[in-house]
């Protein structure tokens, strides 16, 4: 499988009802999608670099969000990150602002997420 | 005072089937978003289990102000009639095709008397039986009651 590139959405978040919720907003603003209930799972479907962009939750079981953004900068410097987050300790702020990410604190509105997709996208796509 | 997790992430899954009946794409987006804010605030709510009651409390007021829009009367209302104009087209699908089966049923019954040898005749009112058993099954599912069997579906 590869990854689809430009304005896709690499979704992840292991908490079903708000990746459901999520995905289905983004859908309807007009962005493709791809949801993964973990890290591990995510990184283990090969994609262009750089493209699309990153919304990911930061506590999640087995490989956290931080550990996440940590393996995707390895790799890939310039694809958007957007955090989603319940619990934004320094850590957590800290590991945001090295990832050159975006931090998005739960609940958001959902207004914004689009926003910052919307901003993402148009960056990554050049 | 605030629901439950369960039940905002109820509200939040109703909300997501109601996107799907829905053609109107600012209805679309607007029924999507209310649904991610039931469900983070469902996420927060059972986390906030785990955390002081002073952060829960220090929240209460940004999630109730938050979760307005989706708990608006109007917009549940909306969002139950959707839904139940999809299950009054599927309860009458199935109505349909019990009725189909019950006609296929009395057909081969009318078709078995016609028949004086016994093999066919017996093969013939054992195959009606059968679409009679499923009639039963789908009436069953519509009316939320199995009917005997014997009894006629319709």
Not at chain 1, 49 to 74: F, H, K, N, W
Not at chain 2, 54 to 65: G, L, M
Not at chain 2, 75 to 94: G, S
Request: with cysteine.
């Amino acid at each position: 499988l590869r990854l689809p590139p430009q304005s896709t959405v690499y979704l992840i978040d292991d908490h079903k009802p708000v990746r459901d919720a999520i995905r289905v907003l983004l859908e309807t603003e007009g962005f493709s999608v791809i949801d993964f209930a973990s890290a591990v799972e995510f990184l283990q479907c090969p994609r262009e670099i750089g493209y699309g962009c990153i919304v990911t939750d930061i506590q999640m079981p087995g490989m956290s969000g931080l550990q996440l953004i940590e393996a995707v900068r390895v790799r890939d410097k310039i694809i958007p990150i957007i955090v989603i987050t319940g619990h934004p300790v320094a850590a957590v702020r800290r590991a945001v602002e090295e990832a050159e990410a975006t931090l998005l604190v739960k609940p958001f509105a959902p207004a914004e997420l689009v926003a910052q997709v919307s901003n993402a996208l148009r960056g990554s796509m050049g | 005072m605030l629901p439950k997790p369960d039940e905002l992430r109820g509200l939040s899954e109703r909300f997501i089937q109601a996107v799907e009946k829905v053609t109107a794409i600012e209805l679309r987006k607007r029924l999507a978003a209310h649904a991610l804010t039931l469900a983070q605030v469902a996420e927060q709510l059972e986390r906030g289990d785990l955390l002081s009651a002073f952060v829960h409390n220090a929240n209460v007021e940004r999630y109730e102000r938050l979760l307005a829009g989706a708990l608006d009367e109007e917009t549940r209302a909306m969002v139950e009639r959707l839904l139940a104009e999809e299950d009054d087209v599927a309860l009458q699908k199935q109505r349909d095709q019990a009725k189909w089966w019950q006609m296929r049923a009395e057909e081969l019954r009318a078709t078995a008397n016609q028949f004086a040898e016994p093999s066919a005749h017996e093969m013939l009112l054992r195959a009606a039986a059968n679409y009679e058993q499923l009639a039963n099954h789908a009436e069953g599912l519509v009316t939320g009651k199995p009917k005997a069997r014997g009894e006629k579906a319709g």
